[in-house]
T-cell receptor, first 112, second 113 residues
Framework: EADIYQTPRYLVIGTGKKITLECSQT?????MYWYQQDPGMELHLIHY???????EKGDLSSESTVSRIRTEHFPLTLESARPSHTSQYLC???????????FGPGTRLTVT | DQQVKQNSPSLSVQEGRISILNCDYT??????FLWYKKYPAEGPTFLIS?????DKNEDGRFTVFLNKSAKHLSLHIVPSQPGDSAVYFC????????????FGPGTRLSVLP
């Protein structure tokens, strides 16, 4: 059973606030990802990491930042939230040799 | 410009019948394809995959067909069950993407009892 966790599940926050979305996995996977998804739309890759101290930007430009200090932990930070950041954020992980990605349940963010 | 397209936003099928979900892609460098299923308030879960060296892969009730010349793949679910009601995402990858995946917008399948 895949174990990947995201907190919070839902967040409503005011414009200008700093927020950190947490993602942890217990599978020892080296590769981790953050996706952004608007309702009815495709998942867009915003960040990924090959392992500790590795972070890369994805296809979709994002004002968020990520860090990878530990294998199991891949938090995403927005320094100053804006209404345009309202979306669902999905974290995933995979083994380097496998194509399959395991997804967390997502964080639905609303910025008012 | 969408590189992975799922032109049917929704599909309704009677229980016990076949569900066919379609996916088209534009990038001929894609060589690996996956289907994910997503229930509300949950993350996507992996369903089935296919490599470009094959044209068919089967896993129980789920079969994926790949037509490379048409840049088209389809997911067949036979027989469809009410528990199959979910959003289905097609995803494609290639070496030029560092093995990252490009996702389609999804098709919402409703299986009616």
């Amino acid at each position: 059973e895949a174990d990947i966790y995201q907190t919070p599940r839902y967040l409503v926050i005011g414009t200008g606030k700093k927020i950190t979305l947490e993602c942890s996995q217990t599978m020892g996977h080296d590769k981790m990802y953050w996706y952004q998804q608007d309702p009815g739309m495709e998942l867009h890759l915003i960040h990924y990491s090959y392992g500790v101290n590795s972070t890369e930007k994805g296809d979709l430009s994002s004002e968020s930042t990520v860090s990878r200090i530990r294998t199991e932990h891949f938090p995403l930070t927005l320094e100053s939230a804006r209404p345009s950041h309202t979306s669902q954020y999905l974290c995933a992980s995979s083994d380097p040799g496998a194509h399959e990605q395991y997804f967390g349940p997502g964080t639905r963010l609303t910025v008012t | 410009d969408q590189q992975v397209k799922q032109n049917s936003p929704s599909l309704s099928v009677q229980e016990g019948r076949i569900s066919i979900l379609n996916c088209d892609y534009t990038n001929s460098m894609f060589d690996y394809f996956l289907w994910y299923k997503k229930y509300p308030a949950e993350g996507p879960t992996f369903l089935i995959s296919i490599s470009s060296i094959k044209d068919k892969n089967e896993d129980g009730r789920f079969t994926v067909f790949l037509n490379k010349s048409a840049k088209h793949l389809s997911l067949h679910i036979v027989p469809s069950q009410p528990g199959d009601s979910a959003v289905y995402f097609c995803a494609a990858s290639g070496d030029n993407y560092g093995q990252n995946f490009v996702f389609g917008p999804g098709t919402r399948l409703s299986v009616l009892p």
